[in-house]
């Protein structure tokens, strides 16, 4: 009985049935993905770990160090397995030059490290650990996943040649998010190089049980030893390992909650038109004594099979995706080892998927108890109530078209049955404005002062080459005397010792020169014009710990000076570490120079760009656009990438959901369709009042997703943005796009939908549905 | 005199195969300008499925209909409704309201397509309608606030309003107590004076005998037709007594 039941009633409404399926095996294929990526993440995490041997416990240090003190602590410490201390060469990203392009834009803090002794081992791609000989540089995974570097590359660093001979895993380190990177070379190549840079001590301690780590924390604490630099334990390490991916995971897991409320939706509505529809049967069987349980389990059938056909299916997609989105964790962290646990997870999430439907049709199957027997046998549907627009008469209406104001009065009158699709379409439009906006703002021109990067046309950069000042001067020479350049800077970036909280001294990057030429906006205070002025990044600020108007003491020439922080601003380049000021110094080495010109007629950016890079070949020129698409080019693409599926993915969900309403509005409305029909009103008419109510939800919808957008949207979107090191920001929208091309995508993805919804206004027969 | 309808040897199935139902096999009948006529027979003998076939809500197998001097086989389904909304009226044996107006809006509701800037002149005929049919406190209540009678009062106001050339009823009284079901039916008398022809499919003899012809149908055939004069509202119990022996008779 059961099989022809559901048979027919699948048959009946086979674009609702698919539909459903759809969104259920989407659900269970994304829970399925999320299941299996955080079974092969922590697996593939932990196998690193053991393989590598990470420290337990880990200060940094910066500064002197008392080797013996700490060799005495370790011996009077019973809980401490192994102990060393590692070095590790802090060296300027601009000194470090891979097949050619220096790591100067690179947010890393890169050093160099020997492969230690006992523990806390840099490992292949294949998990040994690596043993470097002379000339031989091992690069950390991250420059082979973002190609900057590959096997054979030379690689000059302060002048001395390696050739990349691999690439390692770093169990502390792999992380984007852990700021620093250790390359690996040989023991004589680091007695060689260490002199270019800044040594770090790595002080790390294995423990015997580990559980006792905070025990051993306050120890190392309460002993006053070297404790200059952040402090790491073993859980931290492998939540710094776990985040990119877990991010993703995040993403995946919330794109999944969507999609099983989408499929809920679904579900709701063709339940509740289907009770609708069988109002009379229901109480017709409750009268000759079936009990509701009995008469849930026909309607539940039909779910277990939907539900089931949707979950094996979405299992069975997941394996198409899963290679892609393991292929990340696999680079960074190499095989997971359990593949049959990770399948096992996946077909519980595929379970749970498959439960919480049943579990939902069960819970809206619960309204049968309220089915009165004697009601649903005498009046054959359940008494709506309807509140509201009574205001809204018809005959009072000499304004809007009949057929209008039928179908937007009838939205005032059922409110709630149109919630859901108001709720979906503003959810879609706000997943489509907030991505375009965010493009738009990154993608303007006027952003890049945002960036710390003035707003020029045409820039040289003059870098690893001696001479720098001489060089400058030339070029500022050509220019001025260059009629089509309307003005230029030259500045020159050095690097001095500022003294910090804790009386210690920093190394940070200060660009002298005219900051006024070509302003970068500072979110707070202005940009350096007295000789004691000085602009820090967000990000040095942040971490000097320094406002506006405080002081400053930077060692200019040997000599202490106090300088007072006038401004503070937002910046991506040099790894956003960097400060502005005016003041003259020829003491410190010149690390870099670059001169911003802007041109009087903008067409000939191009033209002037090879211009200036013949002439002057020691120079690096590059026209503004092309500057920025080399900063954070990616970034943009890949904001672009995700505004492009979001507005794809807000449009199917529009089209499916308005699809799938407007088929179940006709269904239930199939009485009133009878009588308007009976009245003389036609088919056309009463598919122009269902557009009318579809438009109409719409307008309010995008409307208030549009307001949303530019609110909730803006916060969110400014969270995002901080990442790449900007601190204060608004939507820089494109009235065209936002106003006009969006609402129109969805209007024209409504129009559509309804137009197919409902189609089968045409086949309500008057004489079969007039009757109630 | 005018025929208002013509139908001609009209056949109609439902179902398919097997379960092919022959509902009209073979009907002929014909209508005159302000004629009342009632269609009466025992319940599956397709005297509703003759009404919907009639008034065009419906499509026939084979035969012709023809309304108004039109075969209503080559009216397309947009001038169908223009028909019905012009020139035809509806009267259920349940109200057919639509829930969600209120009782002048539902019955203003055909005079309105595409006619909005007549809203007034269209209000005030229907609240006109509502007075002469007892109604007239009732404009402003929802359909849930009245009783069955009054709500099929509103529903030949809204039958009305268009000023149509018939009056289809369903049933009309069907669903009403006997004072209620005699006040519309003096109701229809009233409008059938005026000179709108109405036809009622109904079980009742009590609102047959108060029409002009009487059709019984059994089978989906007319298988007798009787006469009687005007209804002047005097010998009701003497025109029962003939439907009910004529009932007898055929044995329906």
């Given at each position: 009985m059961y099989y022809r039941l559901i048979r027919n009633d699948m048959l009946k409404s086979k674009a609702i049935t698919l539909i459903t399926i759809i969104f259920v095996a989407a659900a269970a294929m994304l829970i399925c993905l999320a299941a299996v990526l955080v079974v092969?993440?922590?697996?593939?995490?932990?196998?690193?770990?053991?393989?590598?041997?990470?420290?337990?416990?880990?200060?940094?240090?910066?500064?002197?160090?008392?080797?013996?003190?700490?060799?005495?602590?370790?011996?009077?410490?019973?809980?401490?397995?192994?102990?060393?201390?590692?070095?590790?060469?802090?060296?300027?990203?601009?000194?470090?030059?891979?097949?050619?392009?220096?790591?100067?834009?690179?947010?890393?803090?890169?050093?160099?490290?020997?492969?230690?002794?006992?523990?806390?081992?840099?490992?292949?791609?294949?998990?040994?650990?690596?043993?470097?000989?002379?000339?031989?540089?091992?690069?950390?995974?991250?420059?082979?996943?973002?190609?900057?570097?590959?096997?054979?590359?030379?690689?000059?660093?302060?002048?001395?040649?390696?050739?990349?001979?691999?690439?390692?895993?770093?169990?502390?380190?792999?992380?984007?998010?852990?700021?620093?990177?250790?390359?690996?070379?040989?023991?004589?190549?680091?007695?060689?190089?260490?002199?270019?840079?800044?040594?770090?001590?790595?002080?790390?301690?294995?423990?015997?049980?580990?559980?006792?780590?905070?025990?051993?924390?306050?120890?190392?604490?309460?002993?006053?030893?070297?404790?200059?630099?952040?402090?790491?334990?073993?859980?931290?390490?492998?939540?710094?390992?776990?985040?990119?991916?877990?991010?993703?995971?995040?993403?995946?897991?919330?794109?999944?909650?969507?999609?099983?409320?989408?499929?809920?939706?679904?579900?709701?509505?063709?339940?509740?038109?289907?009770?609708?529809?069988?109002?009379?049967?229901?109480?017709?069987?409750?009268?000759?004594?079936?009990?509701?349980?009995?008469?849930?389990?026909?309607?539940?059938?039909?779910?277990?099979?939907?539900?089931?056909?949707?979950?094996?299916?979405?299992?069975?997609?997941?394996?198409?995706?899963?290679?892609?989105?393991?292929?990340?964790?696999?680079?960074?962290?190499?095989?997971?080892?359990?593949?049959?646990?990770?399948?096992?997870?996946?077909?519980?999430?595929?379970?749970?998927?498959?439960?919480?439907?049943?579990?939902?049709?069960?819970?809206?199957?619960?309204?049968?108890?309220?089915?009165?027997?004697?009601?649903?046998?005498?009046?054959?549907?359940?008494?709506?109530?309807?509140?509201?627009?009574?205001?809204?008469?018809?005959?009072?209406?000499?304004?809007?078209?009949?057929?209008?104001?039928?179908?937007?009065?009838?939205?005032?009158?059922?409110?709630?049955?149109?919630?859901?699709?108001?709720?979906?379409?503003?959810?879609?439009?706000f997943i489509i404005i907030v991505p375009q906006n965010l493009y738009n703002t990154i993608s303007s021109k006027s952003f890049i002062t945002y960036m710390g990067i003035g707003n020029c046309d045409l820039r040289l950069d003059i870098q690893q080459t001696d001479n720098i000042s001489q060089k400058a001067a030339e070029i500022a020479k050509t220019m001025e005397s260059d009629k089509s350049v309307s003005k230029y800077v030259v500045l020159t970036t050095k690097t001095f010792n500022v003294k910090t909280e804790g009386g210690l001294e920093e190394r940070i990057k200060i660009e002298l020169g005219d900051h006024s030429v070509f302003p970068v906006k500072y979110y707070q205070g202005r940009a350096?014009?007295?000789?004691?002025?000085?602009?820090?990044?967000?990000?040095?600020?942040?971490?000097?710990?320094?406002?506006?108007?405080?002081?400053l003491t930077v060692v200019i020439d040997g000599k202490q000076k106090d300088l007072t922080v006038c401004g503070i601003y937002s910046d991506i380049t040099n790894g956003g570490k960097t400060a502005k000021a005016v003041f003259n110094d020829n003491s410190a080495d010149i690390m870099w120079c670059n001169i911003c010109a802007e041109l009087l007629d903008k067409s000939l950016v191009d033209s002037k760009v090879s211009q200036y890079a013949d002439r002057f070949n020691f120079a690096k020129v590059s026209g503004i656009d092309e500057y920025i698409s080399q900063t954070f080019g990616t970034t943009k693409d890949s904001v672009k990438k995700a505004a492009d599926a979001a507005v794809a993915v807000a449009l199917l969900i529009t089209v499916l959901v308005t699809l799938l309403f407007m088929k179940m509005l006709v269904v239930k409305d199939r009485y009133s369709i009878a009588v308007i029909k009976a009245f003389g009103f036609t088919n056309q008419d009463i598919k122009a009042q269902y557009l009318a109510r579809a438009v109409f939800i719409l307008i309010v919808g995008i409307i208030l997703g549009t307001l949303l957008a530019n609110t909730l949207g803006e916060t969110l979107a400014g969270i995002v943005i901080s990442q790449l090191g900007v601190s204060s920001f608004n939507f820089a929208i494109n009235p065209l796009a936002t106003y006009l091309l969006c609402p129109l995508m969805m209007v024209f993805a409504v129009l559509i939908a309804t137009i197919i919804g409902v189609s089968a206004v045409g086949q309500i027969k008057i004489s079969q549905n007039i009757k109630e | 005199m005018k025929k208002i309808i013509i139908a001609e040897n009209i056949v109609?199935?439902?179902?398919?195969?097997?379960?092919?139902?022959?509902?009209?096999?073979?009907?002929?009948?014909?209508?005159?300008?302000?004629?009342?006529?009632?269609?009466?027979?025992?319940?599956?003998?397709?005297?509703?499925?003759?009404?919907?076939?009639?008034?065009?809500?419906?499509?026939?197998?084979?035969?012709?209909?023809?309304?108004?001097?039109?075969?209503?086989?080559?009216?397309?389904?947009?001038?169908?409704?223009?028909?019905?909304?012009?020139?035809?009226?509806?009267?259920?044996?349940?109200?057919?309201?639509?829930?969600?107006?209120?009782?002048?809006?539902?019955?203003?509701?055909?005079?309105?397509?595409?006619?909005?800037?007549?809203?007034?002149?269209?209000?005030?005929?229907?609240?006109?309608?509502?007075?002469?049919?007892?109604?007239?406190?009732?404009?402003?209540?929802?359909?849930?606030?009245?009783?069955?009678g009054q709500l099929q009062r509103a529903g030949i106001c809204r039958a009305l309003i268009n000023n149509p050339e018939i009056i289809f009823g369903d049933e009309p009284t069907g669903a009403l107590n006997s004072k209620s079901a005699q006040e519309i039916m003096d109701i229809f008398r009233e409008i059938n004076a005026d000179g709108t022809t109405i036809m009622l499919v109904t079980h009742d003899a009590k609102v047959a005998a108060q029409t002009e012809r009487v059709m019984f149908m059994r089978d989906g055939k007319i298988i007798r037709e009787m006469r009687l004069a005007k209804f002047s509202g005097t010998d009701i119990d003497d025109r029962i007594n003939r439907v009910t022996a004529k009932m007898q008779e055929i044995g329906i």
């Open positions: 092969n993440l922590t697996g593939a995490i932990d196998t690193l770990m053991t393989q590598a041997k990470t420290p337990h416990f880990m200060q940094m240090h910066s500064g002197e160090i008392d080797t013996e003190r700490l060799w005495s602590f370790t011996e009077h410490n019973s809980n401490v397995d192994q102990f060393q201390v590692l070095e590790f060469l802090n060296v300027d990203g601009a000194r470090i030059v891979i097949d050619g392009k220096s790591l100067a834009d690179s947010v890393q803090d890169n050093g160099f490290s020997t492969q230690s002794e006992k523990f806390d081992y840099l490992l292949d791609l294949d998990g040994n650990v690596i043993n470097a000989a002379d000339g031989e540089i091992y690069v950390p995974i991250c420059y082979m996943k973002d190609g900057a570097a590959k096997i054979g590359d030379k690689v000059a660093i302060c002048g001395k040649q390696f050739t990349v001979a691999g690439f390692l895993r770093d169990s502390q380190m792999n992380s984007l998010l852990a700021s620093s990177k250790r390359f690996l070379i040989s023991k004589n190549d680091y007695a060689d190089i260490k002199g270019f840079g800044s040594t770090e001590y790595l002080i790390e301690f294995r423990l015997k049980d580990l559980s006792q780590l905070s025990a051993f924390e306050n120890a190392y604490a309460a002993t006053g030893l070297e404790a200059n630099g952040p402090t790491i334990t073993y859980p931290l390490f492998k939540t710094i390992n776990a985040i990119s991916d877990g991010l993703m995971i995040a993403v995946i897991l919330l794109v999944s909650a969507l999609v099983v409320a989408i499929a809920f939706i679904c579900i709701r509505f063709t339940l509740l038109a289907k009770i609708e529809d069988d109002y009379r049967q229901i109480g017709v069987m409750k009268a000759i004594g079936l009990r509701t349980s009995d008469i849930k389990k026909i309607y539940l059938a039909k779910y277990i099979v939907t539900a089931t056909v949707g979950c094996i299916l979405g299992f069975a997609l997941s394996f198409i995706f899963r290679g892609m989105l393991l292929e990340n964790i696999r680079l960074y962290f190499g095989e997971s080892g359990s593949s049959s646990l990770a399948l096992l997870f996946g077909i519980i999430g595929v379970l749970l998927v498959f439960l919480a439907i049943i579990a939902f049709v069960s819970g809206v199957l619960r309204r049968f108890r309220k089915i009165s027997a004697a009601e649903a046998i005498r009046f054959g549907t359940a008494q709506e109530k309807t509140a509201g627009a009574k205001h809204l008469r018809l005959s009072g209406n000499r304004l809007i078209d009949t057929n209008i104001f039928l179908g937007v009065r009838d939205v005032f009158a059922r409110k709630r049955l149109y919630a859901t699709m108001f709720a979906v379409l503003v959810i879609a439009a350096p014009a007295a000789k004691d002025d000085i602009a820090l990044s967000a990000i040095n600020a942040d971490e000097l710990g320094k406002n506006v108007g405080d002081d | 109609k199935f439902f179902g398919e195969g097997d379960e092919k139902l022959n509902v009209l096999d073979g009907v002929s009948v014909e209508i005159n300008e302000g004629e009342f006529v009632a269609v009466m027979g025992p319940s599956g003998s397709g005297k509703t499925t003759l009404m919907f076939t009639l008034s065009g809500m419906d499509g026939i197998d084979s035969g012709k209909v023809i309304f108004d001097d039109r075969d209503l086989a080559a009216v397309g389904e947009n001038e169908l409704a223009d028909l019905r909304r012009t020139k035809m009226g509806f009267v259920f044996q349940q109200p057919t309201m639509l829930k969600n107006l209120n009782i002048l809006d539902n019955i203003i509701l055909p005079s309105m397509r595409g006619n909005r800037k007549n809203a007034v002149e269209i209000s005030q005929k229907a609240e006109e309608l509502m007075k002469r049919t007892g109604i007239g406190e009732l404009e402003e209540r929802e359909i849930t606030q009245v009783s069955g």
